[in-house]
């Protein structure tokens, strides 16, 4: 007979159960599993049977506490989150924001109670807008530009603007809007740029800043200025005309730079000759009337004598300063004064009026042609006063 038959087995039952005492043995596998049911039952509200109460209670006990701690452990665990240097993070206690933010590095919050959004406010974010716009003077103009900001508040960004980047791109083109129609075309296309930038973000600012939206605007570039391409090539042609109208500014600007000095300087010299020759004319009267009366008082000494020696200085002079001819012809006493200079004089100028080539009309051959001629006339005279009336 087997051991574990019914009625005659215990004696030899290999765990000793023989050996007086009752049933001591380990309980089958199949029962083990079926306590174990139970006790799984009973924890969690189903009903459990009689038999072996103490032990199913130590071991619902057990069960329990392990199985807390496990979830507390985990939940624990999963508080935790890190925040990188460059983030700031909002705290929502219950749904309602806390003031005090997050700082970086390794932080716990409880689940279900605190919820953290991490906010980057180092980062500078980058925000392009382009548009046609009217100007004061009723042009239409193509105007870009790009916004570079950071975080400031990060509260005041997650909490106080649903979606912060719409508003900064309304708030954007509502201040360059402003500023553009404020100004004429030559500012937006011209160098009045910079200041134009200036403006929209001093406008765009106090926009943000009247939002509460916690965004910080760190510079406005504006990129672009321009007439529509429909009409690009009209602007074109404009752009040019006023380039050379710069151009031709400054080229008259350098020869009056030139020019300027040059006719005061031929100003300044013309000025010294006429006083030069103011002081030479003024000098010279003084020394004819200081003459004048030295000679006054001599001929009034001695008229006669002064008389002829004035007169022979005066024929001095004319003489002097004149070409001459004098003639002898042989067996006559006629003298004849022939100004052949006046003539060459006179026939060269003509000369040189009509032909740039010949410098006179005179030369030597002429010269001596005419003087024949003339010494044949007077030969012809004197033959004529020769003969016997």
């Known amino acids: 007979m087997a051991w574990n038959e019914p009625g005659g087995g215990k004696k030899d039952d290999p765990w000793g159960g023989g050996r007086g005492g009752g049933d001591q043995g380990p309980p089958d596998l199949d029962e083990a599993l079926r306590k174990l049911q139970n006790q799984l039952s009973r924890m969690f509200g189903g009903g459990g049977g009689g038999g072996g109460s103490g032990i199913s209670g130590g071991f619902s006990a057990r069960m329990v506490a392990v199985v807390v701690g496990v979830a507390l452990a985990g939940y624990f665990l999963l508080g935790f989150y890190t925040l990188d240097e460059q983030e700031r993070g909002v705290v929502f206690r219950f749904g309602a924001v806390q003031e005090q933010v997050a700082m970086p590095g390794l932080r716990w919050r409880p689940l279900g109670i605190d919820e953290v959004t991490p906010v980057n406010v180092t980062r500078v974010f980058s925000e392009g807008h382009s548009a046609l716009m009217l100007t004061e003077d009723q042009n239409i103009v193509d105007v870009s530009l790009t916004v570079q900001y950071l975080v400031a508040d990060p509260v005041a960004f997650t909490v106080n603007v649903r979606q912060p980047q719409i508003s900064l791109q309304q708030a954007t083109e509502s201040a360059l809007r402003h500023v553009v129609g404020g100004s004429t075309m030559d500012d937006v296309i011209g160098e009045g740029r910079e200041v134009m930038a200036g403006q929209v973000q001093e406008r765009l600012q106090a926009y943000l800043n009247s939002y509460a939206s916690g965004i910080s605007v760190r510079t406005v570039n504006l990129d672009r200025g321009a007439p529509p391409s429909q ?32 006719a005061r300087g031929d100003a300044q010299r013309i000025i010294e000759q006429a006083n030069a020759y103011r002081d030479q004319v003024v000098a010279r009267s003084e020394g004819e009337s200081q003459r004048f009366t030295a000679l006054l008082t001599e001929y009034q000494s001695a008229q006669v004598v002064t008389r002829k020696r004035l007169y022979i200085d005066a024929i001095e002079d004319v003489l002097g300063n004149s070409t001459k001819i004098l003639m002898d012809v042989e067996g006559g006493n006629n003298m004849l004064y022939l100004p052949l200079d006046q003539l060459r004089r006179g026939g060269g100028a003509a000369a040189s009026g009509n032909s740039n080539s010949r410098a006179n009309s005179f030369d030597r051959d002429s010269i001596r042609e005419l003087a024949d001629a003339v010494v044949r006339e007077l030969e012809g005279r004197s033959s004529t006063a020769r003969r016997p009336r």
Request: glycine content about 0%; overall charge negative; charged content about 40%.
């Open 231 to 262: 009409v690009e090539s009209a602007f074109d042609d404009v752009q040019r005309a006023r380039e050379d109208e710069v151009r031709f500014v400054n080229e008259a600007n350098a020869y009056a730079e030139q020019i300027i000095p040059e």
